[in-house]
């Protein structure tokens, strides 16, 4: 039965402690080389050929904690209004703006910032919103929307 199986006690072998040991003299290293030496690493060395990690070429990298959050300020929001990219009366969110191209796809939530002036009552519907950008729309009466996903 496995619960009654009893340890084996393996001896230890003390490398370097004499011929008669079995592991004495060269303590299992062989004779001279760099290997045979002792604080001596040979990662990834691959006999003088190229190694693997220096032929594959190099490519980015993903920040941890990064979140993708599209900014907007409310001056660039006021002119795509004035261009008739965006419509004032229309609610403003997420989906609206990447369907337009004015945010890339590649993002998840919106932030409006309050950088500029808005001359327009918005409908808006953000993720995140600046202080400064929150006064100046209660300030004209805009209807504002912050949904956390």
């Known amino acids: 039965m496995l619960n009654n199986l009893k340890k084996i006690k393996q001896k230890k072998i003390r490398v370097g402690r004499g011929i008669g040991s079995g592991k004495g003299k060269t303590s299992g290293r062989g004779v001279k080389g760099q290997k045979s ?4 690493a040979i990662k990834s060395f691959e006999g003088g050929q190229m190694p693997l990690y220096r032929r594959l ?5 993903n920040t941890i904690g990064k979140k993708k959050i599209g900014f907007l300020n409310l001056s660039n929001i006021q002119s795509f209004i004035q261009s008739k990219k965006i419509n004032a009366k229309d609610k403003i969110d997420l989906a609206l703006l990447k369907k ?7 993002y998840k939530k919106f932030k409006v910032l309050g950088s500029g002036d808005i001359n327009e009552k918005l409908n808006i519907e953000v993720n995140y919103l600046s202080n400064t950008a929150k006064n100046k729309l209660e300030k004209l009466g805009s209807n504002i929307k912050i949904i956390s996903k």
Do not use: A, Q
């Not at 070429?57 to 990298?61: A, C, I, M, S, T």
């Not at 337009?100 to 590649?106: A, D, E, G, V």
């Open 37 to 40: 030496r002792s604080g001596v």
């Open 57 to 61: 070429p190099k490519r980015g990298f």
């Open 100 to 106: 337009l191209n004015i945010i890339k796809k590649k």
